[in-house]
């Protein structure tokens, strides 16, 4: 909702301050559409060329984060933690058992119970891959933490890649701007022979391309670059607690403690309180009793 509030806000202020200053908006009209004709094609070309067609399909994806936020909800992050302190636990009781639910996490009753976070299939690899890692004995977990850190940081520069493109984009519209402004001059210098109102409106039309060019990049397709790069990096602290969670596993801690670890390492807005987080294990435990 705030995508849309911040929309408005750059259209209002910027065309309402020109028609606050006498500006008219008859001439930006008249050649609006030619010249994003020129621009927005050129930069949508551009951009094709620089992106393969994952990578496309994946930055048309990543432009709704503008408007819908991060996936990850407070109540997911409290859900993800309860979902590692049963696994946490099966694991300790019962590790030949803990197979079960990791091979077929869809039809694991444990999986089933958190869909939100089971419909997420990087969440659901990462935790069900580094409890088999776990069960094949490692002699330093420090080794199965350092497999963990370089698998996030190739994940995460994946999904980054959404934000990197719509940031090249922003950077080349100004020049594709001008380049539209100068094709705006050079017909205008082939109707030199006309009056000077005529003339007037013509390089008003070109300059309508720089314009354009400059308010597209750092009015909208920049700010949607910082925006994707936000939530992304937000969304993925949800995955750096599975993996705080499960380190710490690794080093035997009790299970308690291993959760105490997630919920002191989630981020502030959506960290559960001690007590609400006590109050829902409690309820697991006599669930499972």
């Known amino acids: 909702m705030i995508g849309f509030v911040g929309i408005a806000l750059i259209f209002v202020m910027v065309f309402g301050g020109y028609l606050a200053a006498g500006g008219k908006m008859g001439i930006i009209l008249k050649s ?58 099966q694991a300790r009781q019962n590790a030949v058992a803990l197979e079960e639910h990791i091979e077929s996490p869809e039809d694991s009753p444990i999986f089933q119970r958190y869909p939100n976070i089971l419909a997420d299939s990087e969440a659901i690899e990462l935790i069900c891959d580094t409890l088999r890692s776990a069960s094949m004995n490692y002699d330093d977990p420090h080794q199965v933490e350092e497999v963990l850190e370089k698998r996030m940081e190739a994940n995460l520069h994946h999904a980054l890649h959404s934000s990197h493109a719509l940031q090249s984009m922003a950077d080349g519209l100004p020049a594709l701007g001008i380049v539209a402004a100068v094709l705006g001059v050079i017909k205008t210098m082939g109707s ?6 005529i003339l007037g409106k013509m390089i008003g039309g070109a300059l309508v391309g720089t314009f354009l060019g400059v ?3 750092y009015g909208l397709v920049g700010p949607f670059s910082a925006k994707v790069k936000s939530v992304t990096e937000e969304e993925a ?8 969670v499960l380190v710490a596993n ?31 294990l409690k309820e697991l435990k006599k669930a499972a009793a």
């Open 32 to 89: 609006l559409p030619f010249e994003f004709t020129m621009i927005g094609g050129a930069a949508a070309g551009a951009f094709v060329i620089s992106n393969d067609m994952a990578s496309i399909k994946h930055t048309v994806k990543d432009v709704k984060k503008v408007f819908k936020g991060p996936k990850w909800k407070p109540d997911d992050y409290r859900d993800l933690l309860c979902l590692l302190f049963e696994l946490i636990r």
């Open 192 to 197: 030199i022979d006309q009056p000077p109102e």
């Open 215 to 217: 308010f597209l990049a």
């Open 237 to 244: 602290h949800f995955y750096q607690l599975i993996r705080e």
């Open 250 to 280: 690794l080093y035997n801690h009790s299970v308690n403690i291993c959760i105490e670890v997630g919920r002191q390492n989630t981020p502030g807005p959506h960290r559960p309180s001690f007590n609400d987080l006590e109050e829902a």
